[in-house]
């Protein structure tokens, strides 16, 4: 009973997080692995990247954190974002404490498919910050997909801030 328990758990977790592939507008894939967990091999930050929004002053983290934005079906940290994962790093060696990464999607895509796609941004916001020194066993990661939107209008701007992950002192 254990062991079917056991497979049944492993399986659902794979499959949640292998998703399944959409492509993205101009071609570009969900992301490419690179050495660097902040460098991806997508385009720096421009209008057309987050939908103009200018999200520089965007923010859904709390407690110092900065919101992560990711490309549209993106889930790999592009270097634009890099600043904000070093305030991020700086914020979680401080506090000491568990850090809950939430990670989040616009409303495109099934249930399922941005369910997937939330937890692969949150955990490619973990792996950086454990690159860079923050115990993993201090972080728990969780994914709200689409559930969670920071924006409900229906324009590119507000798809952009919905495509992130937030970062919080777990309580």
Request: proline residues 2%; hydrophobic residues 35%.
């Amino acid at each position: 009973m254990k062991h079917t328990l056991l497979f049944t758990i492993t399986a659902t977790a794979l499959l949640l997080l292998s998703g399944c592939g959409q492509p993205a507008p101009g071609g570009l894939s969900g992301g490419s692995k690179t050495g660097n967990a902040f460098n991806a091999d997508t385009v720096n930050i421009d209008e057309n990247r987050y939908g103009g929004s200018g999200l520089a002053n965007a923010n859904s983290s709390s407690d110092g954190f900065q919101s992560v934005y990711f490309g549209f079906d993106q889930y790999t940290i592009a270097s634009d974002m890099q600043g904000r994962m070093a305030n991020n790093v700086a914020v979680a060696q401080r506090a000491g404490r568990k850090i809950k990464i939430e990670g989040n999607c616009d409303e495109f895509g099934s249930d399922e498919y941005n369910y997937a796609l939330g937890l692969k941004r949150a955990k490619a916001v973990k792996d950086a910050l454990a690159m860079q020194g923050v115990p993993a066993s201090n972080m728990v990661m969780v994914s709200y997909g689409e559930s969670n939107p920071a924006c409900t209008e229906a324009t590119d701007a507000c798809y952009a801030q919905n495509r992130r992950v937030d970062l919080r002192l777990a309580k």
